[in-house]
């Protein structure tokens, strides 16, 4: 007999192929047809798909749309018609979400016959052979079995299936109508949060137990509906004497999660406590003890009672993803530990140490993709602070994500990584979607919402920008590269009283951070106030010294200010590469010359490189009128500043 939640399924299912080409059929109608709450709808649904209704609805499409492009001769539009997606480029784009290649591709492959050699992957998790479609002349229809077992795979996943260099591909190949996922997906109700303090452990074993944290920390972020604090803001509670009910006033959260570990003859003891922060109620306890060779089953294990302890669901894609184990070798996961920890604060140096530590770190386990996943982040870094040449740093980091994603085709960073690197090379809607497909590998992490505010920060959208990087500040409310963009977005979406509240509370924690005062300056030179900001970009050089990109920003200031002298002096010590035509186009604005700072501009463009935040970056707010500056905003796919486009 079948279960309530497998009734529900196979009705759906049946309502969908009797309203296959309907492309009105809604929610609110499904809910009356079947004759239960939108709630149990969603509930239902989620369970069983790890999707929403809509989703899941969009996905029994698709793959019935995949069934007649392969068995038909319908034009694609013809097919969209047919699976109730009136718009073809909404079609295009859910099908490559969904398989990873365009319509017009996959047909074209499969008349070919050509076979795309597949990665590694979970069986579970593979794409179905053509050969496993219903038949041409039969209905579509999901099986409630397939979907407890196998789980239709999201699209996002098996965009993976294929070969480094078709990755790239197929996420170039999405177009320009991305949408932005809505930051209500990331909304937390109310007693939905904890942070996870850094264990203690017994006898200075303190790598293990930072291994066992991280993991469980990376396990938890999966859980839906929960806000995790973020690694790097629970971090500045390691050994503190602050009370809980303090610490969750803090972090804004309503539980604290205590560990200590005890490691002795390759026997393992984790002992847990779960705090309320309103009243340091003990919410949960418990003491976990096995061999250690167990210990990622211990951790899946403990995950699990905390998840019932909240009232949280293990759907079975969370499942698969907490039964993936990042590498077996502890040598190389503390090694990555030490390097992840040592990209914080974004200094030269320490992006440098970090990847000797990850290449150390694959020394021991080639296989770890996480440590190519951090390889990375490291070198996109180092390209976008302007540390090195773009192009090398930008090769490296593309590869080393590729890398990661041949080895683990649901690595959230690697995507993450990937759309940095599109972002940096202006390439707009692969940008868009690689962060789709980060987001929805893992909804929670801090640092893919804030880079995702960055990618519609720089394409004209403050105020979107903004939405998401409060959202990454919630998650990680002590990272100052994080708060430091938020003052930024803040700033450049109007919210200048906001922005100036979140400086005045950073000064204290974030006093030694390069990338606070940066930002700080920011909020002084979109108001035109040069000398304050000035003072900030000098404490920021300060901190950071060395040859960034930012320094042409300390010489516009003190240009602005009537300094010609250092100006002069500072056009001298530029070479020929487009970055040194950048900053001599910032300079020039500074000193007003229009057709100087334009010249430059134009050239660094036509080399393909122009400047970050171009279209609301107040340096440039005298070219704004001119049709050559509006030109290279649209041959760059960018929207006119918010001055223009009136």
């Not at 018609?81 to 099908?95: H, L």
Request: hydrophobic share 40%; glycine share 6%.
């Amino acid at each position: 007999m079948l279960s309530t939640n497998e009734e529900v399924i196979e009705r759906l299912n049946r309502l969908i192929e009797r309203n296959l080409d309907d492309s009105s059929l809604t929610v609110a109608r499904i809910q009356q047809e079947l004759g239960i709450s939108r709630t149990q709808l969603h509930r239902v649904v989620k369970e069983e798909t790890g999707l929403s209704t809509t989703l899941y609805v969009r996905k029994v499409r698709l793959c019935q749309a995949r069934r007649l492009l392969l068995t038909t001769q319908y034009r694609v539009s013809e097919v969209a018609n047919a699976t109730g997606i009136a718009s073809p480029q909404n079609f295009s784009k859910y099908f490559v979400k969904e398989f990873g290649v365009s319509p017009t591709e996959l047909r074209r492959q499969h008349e070919q016959r050509t076979p795309l050699p597949e990665v590694e992957a979970a069986p579970a998790l593979r794409a179905p052979e053509p050969t496993t479609m219903p038949p041409a002349d039969r209905p579509f229809a999901v099986p409630g079995g397939m979907l407890r077992n196998n789980r239709l795979l999201s699209g996002l996943t098996l965009a993976i299936v294929v070969v480094a260099s078709w990755v790239v591909w197929q996420i170039s190949d999405w177009g320009s109508q991305g949408a932005a996922p809505s930051i209500a997906e990331y909304a937390v109700t109310s007693g939905n949060s904890l942070v996870l303090l850094p264990f203690e452990s017994q006898g200075g074993d303190e790598d293990f137990s930072e291994g066992i944290a991280e993991r469980l920390q990376t396990s938890l972020l999966l859980l839906t509906d929960l806000k995790v604090i973020a690694k790097t803001s629970a971090d500045r509670y390691r050994g503190t004497e602050k009370d809980i009910t303090s610490i969750g006033r803090e972090l804004d959260v309503d539980h604290v999660l205590k560990g200590h570990v005890t490691r002795r003859s390759g026997k393992v003891k984790i002992e847990l406590q779960l705090i309320s922060a309103g009243d340091e109620s003990k919410v949960w306890s418990k003491v976990y003890a096995g061999d250690e060779k167990d210990i990622f089953r211990m951790m899946n294990a403990i995950v699990g009672e905390l998840a019932a302890t909240l009232d949280k669901k293990i759907s079975p894609i969370l499942a698969h993803q907490l039964n993936r184990t990042p590498t077996r070798n502890p040598k190389s996961y503390n090694l990555y530990l030490q390097a992840r920890a040592m990209l914080v604060s974004r200094e030269e140096s320490k992006l440098a140490g970090s990847l000797r530590l990850l290449d150390r770190a694959l020394t021991y386990d080639p296989g770890f993709a996480d440590a190519y996943a951090q390889k990375a982040t490291a070198y996109s870094l180092l390209s976008n602070m302007g540390y090195e040449d773009k192009k090398s740093t930008l090769d490296k980091a593309e590869k080393n994500a590729l890398k990661a994603i041949r080895l683990d085709s649901r690595n959230a960073t690697a995507y993450a990584i990937l759309a940095n690197i599109y972002r940096d090379q202006y390439k707009w809607d692969q940008s868009n979607t690689a962060y789709q497909i980060a987001l929805e590998l893992n909804p929670n992490d801090a640092l893919t919402i804030y880079w995702y505010s960055l990618l519609l920060r720089e394409i004209g959208k403050p105020a979107e920008a903004m939405q998401y990087s409060a959202r990454a500040v919630e998650l990680d409310p002590l990272h100052p590269v994080i708060l430091g963009g938020h003052i930024r977005n803040c700033t450049y979406a109007g919210r200048s009283e906001l922005a100036a509240q979140l400086i005045e509370d950073g000064k204290v924690v974030f006093g030694d951070s390069f990338i606070f005062y940066m930002c700080w300056a920011s909020h002084y030179l979109f108001q035109e106030k040069y000398g304050l900001a000035l003072t900030q970009l000098e404490k920021s050089h300060e901190l950071n010294p060395g040859r960034t990109h930012f320094e042409a920003q300390i010489i516009f200031c003190q240009a602005r200010m009537d300094n010609t002298a250092a100006a002069g002096n500072y056009l001298t010590t530029l070479g020929n590469t487009p970055e040194d035509d950048l900053s001599r186009s910032m300079v020039y604005a500074g000193m007003s010359k229009v057709e100087k700072c334009l010249s430059y501009m134009q050239r660094a463009a036509s080399q393909g490189v122009i400047y970050k935040d171009l279209v609301l970056h107040p340096a440039f707010r005298l070219l704004h009128d001119d049709p050559r500056f509006q030109k290279i905003l649209k041959d760059y796919g960018l929207p006119l500043p918010p001055s223009v486009a009136i």
